[in-house]
């Protein structure tokens, strides 16, 4: 026998022999019990106790809960087909096979019940039976007449007829005397079959030619038959999932006259006589069977007293109780159950859910092998693929191979062939793994992240790789899964089979198909299946896979064979069908032959019998019109009202219904209720569970288990199906509209415990003799809360979210018109906003606006989609982000013309002060609605190239920070950061077929030698180098087929042996004086003597190494660094080229010729820097000729394959025709030139026909009959003779063009000059239009434009902060784009996406991307209350009441604190003011504008200018107040002090060259000052601490300690200590009552940029240019670095603490976002993207507010925030580099001169270093998914709040420095006095 490990290890290797069952997540349990006696209980389980179990089975394991009643609501119409017994232990079986704990529940009386006989009696027996009968001179006329012979039986079958067939008023209610009579005739009739049928079995079972099982069968009731087979029939101990309740009425038999008796115990038919077979039957089954197979623990008893009512709860006290103790025991037993199975389960050995996955697919494989007939032809081609991989020789390893991909149009088969591509995979080679999923159908193969993990997962465990190397991120899988496909090794071979590509979903771009892998080893194989048509599935792989890949259509059968294959089916279902039925079905192939037609002629012919007449009409000839007739007969077999209903609900779905969800939504439609109910009150009004059983029981076949949302969900297998539903039950918009409104109230749970109100109809009221026309009742359907609360010790997951609702809701309330109502539950509902970023992602939310407002356009709608798009990068990361975003944006937003968005707003508001420590008071951030879609964060250096895939999903952007980043367009989410370059990346490009990233750098204006560098879009992975470029102008074009990429460069002596040149290989110099330089070229162009790469002799082939390294890329491990758990895309990866030769093309020294013709060059690898900077006298002439090369790479290889030269300049640009038939070069040496890319010659060359200039810039139109051409002048010129057409002049001015831009009609040019002008012509006819003058301080080859769709409008860009739309015929203004901070550096209009788009990149590290599509909407999104430049200050009022800004716009602003309102503005025209030096009132300022020398007083209160005083010196740099007002010292820019008294501001004193740059005033009146200066300090000023007494005759004391210059220093509240930074990476704690250094803190790595201490509390925080921020407590002699916090991009400029001092604020002058740190703990709480850069900031400890000023002019106003939400925020540096930095470096190191200070130990200082590599150890042995540890766990000292508590308890706090006098302070090691 197996082990598990073994069946677990056969499971994923792929084995379909023996699988063991599915595991279910479903409590689904059958209750079989007698019709009349039990139906109190089964109401009362139904009305009070159903949803209990429900409800818990939900909260409590998260599992789905089904009772199965088939003897509650059954119609008449069920019994007359006689299935329902057949239905009932098909039914049992189901729940034995799926269910969770309890299956079976029987509930037994004192009644055997209804005992009928066979229905379908074989052929031997039957005619056993009949002889008996006769024998015994029975008569036999009634059998002969109700059973008729089947013969397309095998073996032949007597089948019992309905009865509707004989008595045609037996379901017809429209006739209720006949319907009455034909029931009891019926009955009649029945009696007498049964009697006759069961006698004449017992007697042939006496003389035994009957089995007593099958006699057995002519006398056992129904509910012995359920028991049977849910109790006794079953193999193991079936005591943990079955239970009996038994009910003994103990008087019952003392009053058999009772009318009701008959429903209680069983009487002989017709007679008031107990049937006393029944009884002994029914007590031999309790007595004997029952309490043999179960435990007396599962069989509870219960007695009660018979009463004249029968049982009667509504008559009876006794009665109520008993039904009540009923409902109880039975909800107590059921979960105990419940809770059992559920513990099993999780302590089951096979706890394995890839097992699960892999099981389900294989299942579904063997199932879909039995189907499989013919296709021999198609089978064989893909055996020999596989046969090549599978059963290979050594010859054959080094061979590549690409997937095969078959393809075929809905229902030909293609399933069913993968299938058995798997079956024969694994019995021909039982050693090779095979990996199968049949796409959609499965819990993992629904999307594509969860398919490339389940893949990488399995192969990790067939192949021992390591687990947790696997990465979360989707970009990283794909990468990740193609490294390990070329892991495999050859001696174990691997097959995937991947089925119906077209049935992903279609997030994260699964039908791009750039995740499945182009090249595979020789022992790999790879089987894809798609329907050509959707998606595009078929053409994209086409152009993704290499063009040798191998195709197979699957076609349609040939007639004979379709034939055959329905008459093998048939057979294996043990059925035939006759001749006149046969001729029909052949008739009906000849017109369709594909697989799916056929399965539903032989699932029709199924039911067919071979005395049935079956006419041509009955079986359409298209499989739409089949799937017509399927539909027609379900309605006739199970009502049209139920059916249609339960099918219009199933396709109306987003992606499909649980059963559940199914059965709920039939319960609330109270159209399919007046239906199921039109004859009989319900006890409850729910649907009964066997009406949906018998529906899905007659199309089980055509559907399919699925997931979505983390649910298994029904949904329809084959796509035409979809189709046919939707068409023929939703095509009615009223009615669509009315389905999906039922769906939206069920997932808005509205009718969640509530009774939902119904109408009965006049018949119903008539029959049941009601009193009121309208009821109402309880559904029974659950809650549908955004989250679930999951309890109970079992769980270890807490909390679930109700995917489905989040998924499911937006769409149906969409479709069901109900947008309003839509705009306040969803899309303006923070909450649900909130949910369903944490559940999902932020593209997942986007989506459900998209399709609103495809739907309907709303005004508020579009805001809010605005709002969250444009802060994408924000709360991708942290969705917590989204109140402050929400607020920020949309505060200032009008009540009354947006109440959902403002409702949005205030609940932002008041939620997210919960999770959001910084919240807006008031709008702050750019506005929504407008142009701006997005802006892109997270480059470190100015963003210079850019550029966008073809299909408009992603952007790449090259930066000056060597990197390039890939963004995806839609949603502004970053994807990948690609790392390699050495060099700022100058120009970046995306191949035609979106396949790869190229990206290179310049040396001024030459292209860097080695590197171009390629790599994969959508894994980031890097795929090679492009080699041989020698440097050079001319930029990199690539063909529109992605095939090949062309440039050029300049001859150099390796690259020319590598090309085989022969003139210059022999050494001859090629360059010529400069003198007759521009002669020979052109008497080469006349001459037509360009020489062209005609060929490479002696070639050979290819070395299989060679081709073997096209994919070194996907050898190397995957960095998975990210910190983000989630799979969404909330993602990013970053991918490093390293420049190592091993990741480069490895050529052999062998020129090879490929299959195409192109030739591959000798020894690129030899073209290293080395080759251009060691060079010997031979190779020097080379480096002074211009000759230039035209090179030509293979993209597909990586490798360099052909040249062509002619040019004897440099070639300046480069351009590529349409169709790839030829290209374009422009050079120095004054020539344009055409070249065949297809013979390697030169077409034509084109020189200026005047003055034959320098050509520079070329452009040619998209249908290649025109090049525009930059000369001297611009020309335009015929592609096909090469003849100047027309010259483009403007009549006025003429200057270097700077960029081209074709509109797309090819019918307009704008170009963009560098004299700042835009210029457009027509080129069809060389007319000037317009030029616009465009006046600013635009910059060189910044400058872009580009025409918008329509020909009628330019997006431009001048090199300013600004872009810039025009109307190019009248060049009037239409809007301007406002939003970069710093120069747009490049532009570029997108005309090829749905909606026109401006993306531009900027030096201040952002790309932004604006939307142009409706330009009238356009305006200036500025606020404007805000300020028009950059914020230069805060100054907060003394009161906290308002503050003041000033900006370099030369004006104050007045703000309120609490509200955020401008409240006052003045105007200071006299010049920029950088800083207000406020007098102790806070009532009277002075200020001193920049480079005046003018002093202004202010009043605040009125923000008025008071008085204006001239200076006699020049203007005053900076400026500082004593404490108590009397002096204020300023610094003049010649760099003198002066004091002044400022009662009449005469001068106390006036120091020259004092080295002053920064000044602060101490409450003793002294003044502190440090110098900072970039230059050389000669006498170290920058490194000394100056204080000054003016009161003691400028008295200076220096206090001298650090050896690098001083940034920035911070003190405490007592002002005893001072803490100061240097760029010598140490903080020097001074105390100033002894002017001595206190200790010195160490631990950055860079300079220390900023410095602050807590309020009243020893602890403090640096950050420095290491961009880390550190906390470091100095309460004790123990003085040690609390945290090192990491997250921050640049050097950290400003440092703060909150006014609690709960959190620690920083900022970095060059990034664009405020971070909140936690200082208990190590967490990052909250990043609060400001959309610009921080320029000053304050904070306001009494209305704790954060106030900043940002560089664009924006105040932002935030309150600090107490978290009232547990967040556990983001780790900010690993565990383990936290545990290696800990041990390298010094916590606190006293200063060396002095050691003998008390207020260090030693001792206690290496003790707390000793223990902080003890709680590091520990800390590393932490999961990072667990909680973060708190400050009290990591050291004995106690926690950052108990640091808080003591020292602001401390009664010995040190005293407030006092004034200093030369008497009482003394010179130390560190101390001069002057």
């Known amino acids: ?25 479903v409590v689904r349990a059958f209750i079989s019990s007698t019709f009349t006696d039990t139906k109190l209980e089964r109401n009362a389980i139904m009305k009070d106790v159903y949803s209990r179990l429900k409800d818990y089975c939900r909260s409590r394991h998260g599992l789905d809960f089904q009772l199965v009643d088939m003897r509650w609501g059954v119609r008449d119409e069920a019994t007359d087909d006689h299935i329902t017994t057949e239905l009932c232990l098909k039914e049992i079986e189901l729940c034995q096979k799926i269910s969770v704990g309890p299956n079976f529940v029987s509930i037994i009386g004192q009644k055997y019940g209804y005992r009928p006989f066979p229905t379908r009696i074989p052929i031997e027996h039957f005619d056993s039976l009949r002889q008996c009968m006769l024998l015994h001179h029975q008569s036999v006329e009634l059998i002969d007449d109700w059973f008729r012979k089947d013969e397309n039986a095998q073996p032949p079958v007597y089948i019992l007829q309905p009865i509707s067939s004989r008595l045609h008023h037996y379901n017809d209610p429209s006739e209720p005397e006949l319907q009455a009579k034909d029931r009891q005739m019926w009955w009649d009739i029945y009696s007498q079959l049964r009697s006759s049928l069961a006698s004449a079995a017992k007697k042939l079972r006496i003389i035994g030619k009957l089995d007593k099982k099958v006699a057995d069968l002519f006398q056992i009731s129904v509910t012995h038959q359920e028991i049977a087979k849910g109790i006794l029939d079953v193999e193991n101990n079936p005591s943990d999932q079955c239970v009996c309740f038994v009910r003994k009425i103990s008087n019952l038999q003392e009053d058999l006259s009772n009318e009701l008796a008959p429903a209680y115990i069983d009487f002989i038919q017709g007679q008031h006589e107990i049937d006393t077979e029944a009884v002994d039957m029914l007590s031999s089954l309790l007595n004997e069977q029952i309490k043999e197979k179960l435990n007396e623990s599962q069989i509870f008893e219960s007695r009660l007293d018979w009463s004249p009512m029968g049982i009667d709860p509504d008559g009876n006290d006794d009665h109520l109780k008993y039904i009540k103790r009923f409902c109880e025991k039975f909800y107590l037993v059921m979960i105990k159950m419940i809770d059992k199975g559920v513990e099993k389960i999780q302590q089951a050995l096979i706890e394995d859910s890839l097992y699960e996955e892999v099981l389900g697919h294989l299942v579904f494989c063997r199932q879909q092998c039995q189907s499989f007939h013919g296709r021999r032809e198609s089978l064989q081609i893909i055996e020999n693929y596989i046969d090549q991989s599978a059963n290979q020789d050594q010859s054959q390893q080094k061979t590549k191979k690409s997937p095969l991909v078959v393809y075929g149009q809905s229902g030909s088969g293609k399933t069913c062939m993968m299938a058995k591509c798997a079956q024969y995979t694994k019995e021909t080679y039982p050693d090779c793994n095979v990996m199968v999923r049949f796409l959609g159908t499965s819990p993992d193969s629904s999307s594509i992240r969860k398919l490339l993990a389940s893949l990488c997962i399995q192969l990790s465990r067939l192949y021992d790789q390591d687990l947790n190397q696997i990465p979360n991120e989707y970009s990283q899988l794909i990468a990740y899964f193609a490294n390990l496909i070329h892991r495999i090794p050859h001696d174990k071979p691997l097959v995937i089979i991947l089925d119906s590509l077209d049935q992903l979903l279609p997030s994260d771009g699964a039908h791009r198909m750039s995740w499945i892998p182009r090249v595979l080893p020789s022992h790999v194989c790879i089987l894809l299946s798609t329907l050509p048509m959707q998606y595009n599935c078929l053409t994209t792989l086409q152009s993704v896979l290499p063009h040798d890949s191998q195709y197979i259509e699957i076609e349609a059968l040939p007639v004979d064979v379709g034939q055959e294959i329905i008459t093998d089916w048939l057979k294996s279902n043990a059925r035939k069908i006759n001749t006149q039925q046969s001729n029909i079905v052949h008739q009906a192939v000849q017109h369709c032959s594909l697989p799916l037609y056929l399965k539903l002629i032989h699932d029709q012919a199924l039911t067919w019998h071979s005395y049935d007449k079956i006419k041509q009409r009955q079986i359409p000839i ?22 249609s209903r339960a099918l219009a609900y199933i396709t109306a779905t987003k992606s499909g219904l649980t059963e559940p969800e199914l059965e709920d939504l039939l319960s609330c439609d109270d159209l399919v209720l007046q239906d199921v109910y039109q004859y009989w009150l319900p006890p409850v009004r729910r649907i009964p569970p066997l009406l949906w059983t018998r529906i899905r029981n007659d199309i089980n076949e055509y559907l399919v288990e699925r997931e979505a949302d983390g649910n298994q969900v029904i949904f329809w297998y084959h796509r035409q199906f979809t189709q046919v539903a939707y068409e023929r039950y939703l095509g009615d918009e009223e009615l669509k509209q009315q389905i999906h409104s039922q769906c939206a109230d069920y997932y808005l749970g509205k009718w969640a415990g509530i009774c939902k109100p119904f109408e009965y109809t006049s018949k119903q009221v008539e029959l049941f003799e009601l009193d009121d026309q309208y009821g109402e009742a309880d559904r029974k359907v659950p809650k549908q809360p955004l989250i679930f609360e999951f309890e109970g010790e079992l769980n270890t997951n807490k909390r679930k979210y109700n995917k489905r609702k989040l998924s499911e809701l937006p769409y149906h309330l969409i479709f069901a018109d109900r947008l309003q109502e839509a705009k306040k539950i969803v899309f303006c509902s923070y909450n649900w906003l909130l949910t369903k970023l944490k559940a999902t992602s932020i593209q997942e939310v986007l989506n459900d606006f998209i399709l609103a407002m495809e739907y309907q356009q709303d005004i508020e709608l579009k805001i809010v989609y605005d709002m969250i798009r444009m802060s994408a990068s924000t709360i991708i990361h942290n969705p917590y982000d989204l109140a402050p975003e929400i607020v920020g944006q949309l505060y200032d937003l009008t009540k009354s013309q947006y109440p959902c968005v403002q409702e949005l707003v205030n609940t932002a508001r008041s939620e997210g002060i919960k999770s959001a420590p910084l919240m807006p008071v008031r709008g702050c951030l750019p506005l929504p609605g407008g142009p701006l879609r997005s802006t892109l964060e997270g480059h470190t250096d100015e963003v210079i190239s850019l550029a966008v895939s073809s299909n408009g999903i992603f952007l790449a ?4 920070d060597k990197s390039v980043r890939i963004w995806n367009l839609n949603s502004g989410s970053l994807v990948h950061i690609l790392k390699g370059h050495t060099e700022p990346i100058h120009r970046v490009h995306i191949s035609q077929d979106n396949r790869m990233v190229i990206a290179y750098s310049y040396i001024g204006q030459h292209m860097k030698v080695k590197s171009i560098v390629v790599w994969n879009l959508e894994s980031g992975q890097h795929m090679y180098n492009l080699k041989g470029h020698t440097g050079g102008h001319c930029p990199l074009v690539l063909t529109h087929d992605s095939q090949y990429a062309f440039s050029a460069c300049h001859y150099r002596w390796k690259l020319c042996q590598m090309l085989s040149i022969p003139d210059v290989a022999n050494g001859d110099d090629p360059s010529d004086d400069d003198d007759n330089s521009d002669e020979n070229s052109h008497k080469n162009s006349d001459e037509n003597k360009t020489t062209v790469n005609n060929g490479v002799n002696n070639t050979t082939n290819v070395d299989d190494d060679v081709s073997n390294n096209v994919n070194n890329d996907v050898n190397n491990d995957v960095s998975n660094d990210s910190n983000n758990d989630d799979v969404s895309e909330n993602e990013q990866t970053e991918i490093t080229n390293d420049e190592s030769e091993s990741r480069d093309i490895q050529l052999n020294h062998q020129s090879t010729k490929e299959s195409n013709g192109d030739h591959i060059v000798n020894n690129i690898n030899q073209l290293i820097d080395d080759d251009y900077t060691q060079l010997d006298k031979h190779q020097k002439s080379y480096y002074k000729s211009k000759l230039m090369v035209i090179l030509k790479w293979n993209l597909e290889t990586g490798q360099l394959i052909d040249w062509m030269e002619g040019h004897t300049d440099d070639v300046e640009d480069i351009v590529i025709a349409s169709d790839d038939s030829f290209i374009v070069t422009c050079s120095r040496d004054k020539t344009s030139k055409i070249w065949c890319l297809k013979t390697r010659t030169c077409l034509r060359t084109i020189v200026e026909p005047k003055f034959k200039g320098i050509m520079s810039r070329l452009c040619l139109t998209s249908d290649n009959r025109y090049i525009i051409i930059e000369a001297l002048h611009l020309g335009v010129y015929c592609v096909q003779s090469g003849d100047l057409l027309y010259e483009l002049v403007d009549p006025k001015y003429s200057a270097s063009i700077e960029s081209f831009s074709l509109s797309q009609d090819n019918q307009f040019l704008l170009l963009t000059d560098v004299g700042n002008h835009i210029k457009c012509f027509n080129i069809q006819n060389g007319q000037f239009i317009n030029r616009i003058d465009e006046s600013g301080d635009g910059k060189s080859n910044m400058r872009y434009g580009g025409i918008l769709p329509g020909g009628q409008y330019a997006a431009v860009t001048l090199g300013t902060k600004q872009a810039k739309i025009w109307e190019m015929h009248k060049g009037d203004l239409v809007a301007t784009l406002t939003g970069h901070t710093d120069r747009i550096v490049a532009s570029l209009v997108l005309d090829h996406v749905d909606e026109p788009l401006l993306v531009t990149v900027s030096k201040d590290h952002t790309a932004k991307i604006w939307d142009l599509s409706n330009l009238n909407s356009i305006h200036d999104q500025k606020s404007t209350d805000f300020h028009q430049s950059s914020v230069n200050f805060i100054e907060i009022a003394k009161d906290g009441s308002y503050f003041i800004t000033g900006s370099q716009d030369k004006k104050l602003k007045k703000w309120d604190i609490e509200t955020g309102k401008l409240l006052q503005e003045l105007d200071v025209s006299i010049g920029v003011i950088y800083q207000l030096y406020t007098m102790p009132d806070g009532k009277i300022s002075y200020a001193f504008p920049f480079q005046k020398s003018i002093r202004i007083t202010l009043d605040l209160d009125e923000l008025k200018i008071i008085d204006t005083d001239q200076l006699k010196f020049t203007h005053i740099m900076t400026a500082c107040l004593s404490f108590d007002g009397r002096h204020l010292m300023g610094v003049t820019y010649d760099q003198v002090l002066k004091v002044w008294n400022t009662n009449d501001f005469s001068i106390v004193s006036e120091i020259k060259k004092p080295r002053v740059t920064k000044i602060r005033s101490l409450k003793s009146n002294y003044f502190l000052t440090i110098y900072q200066s970039k ?18 005759n400028g008295q200076t004391i220096k206090l001298t300690g650090h050896s690098g210059r001083i940034q920035c220093y911070a003190l405490t509240d007592d002002e005893r200590y001072l803490l100061t930074g240097a760029n010598d990476n140490t903080i020097i704690i001074w105390d100033l009552s002894n002017l001595s250094i206190y200790g010195k803190l160490l631990g950055h790595a860079e300079s220390i940029q900023s410095v602050a201490v807590a309020a009243k509390a020893r602890i403090a925080v640096s950050g420095s240019k290491d961009t880390t921020v550190r906390l470091w407590d100095f309460s004790s002699n123990t003085c040690r670095l609390i945290h090192t916090y990491q997250g921050h991009q640049h050097v950290v400029d400003y440092v703060t603490f909150s006014p609690n001092n709960s959190y620690i604020i920083s ?6 976002v405020v971070k909140v740190w936690s200082v208990a703990t190590e967490n990052l709480m909250a990043d609060f993207h400001m959309h ?29 925030c107490e978290l009232i939400r547990k967040r556990a925020g983001t780790k900010v540096v690993g565990w383990k580099d936290l545990k290696a930095k800990s041990r390298s470096r010094a916590k ?3 200063d060396d001169e002095e050691k003998s200070n008390e207020n260090i130990s030693g001792e206690n200082h290496n003790n707390h270093s000793e223990q902080v590599e003890e709680v590091s150890e520990q800390v590393e042995e932490v999961s990072e998914t667990e909680s973060r540890p708190r400050l009290d766990s990591k050291s004995s000292n106690g926690s950052i709040q108990s640091i808080l508590r003591k020292t602001g308890n401390n009664n010995t706090q040190p005293q407030e420095i006092p004034p200093y006098s030369p008497l009482e302070v003394q010179t130390s090691t560190c101390c001069t006095i002057s």
Do not use: C
């Open 957 to 960: 952007t090259g930066s000056a």
């Open 1732 to 1760: 610009a850069k921080m320029h000053t900031y304050e904070i306001n400890e009494i209305n704790r507010k954060l106030v900043i000023g940002t560089n664009d002019g924006r105040v932002i106003l935030l309150n600090i």
């Open 1788 to 1790: 606190f190191k006293p």
């Open 1707 to 1712: 900022f970095s002058s060059q990034e664009t």
């Open 1 to 25: 026998m197996e082990s598990n490990d073994d069946t677990i290890q056969s499971i994923l290797s792929g084995s379909l022999n023996h699988l063991p069952p599915k595991r279910s997540q």
């Open 622 to 643: 298209t499989i739409p019109l089949m799937i017509h007739a399927l539909f027609d007969r379900l309605e006739r077999i199970h009502g049209k009202v139920v059916v």
């Open 1575 to 1592: 230059f050389f300090d000669e006498n170290g000023d920058t490194k000394i601490i100056k204080a000054w007494n003016f009161n003691k």
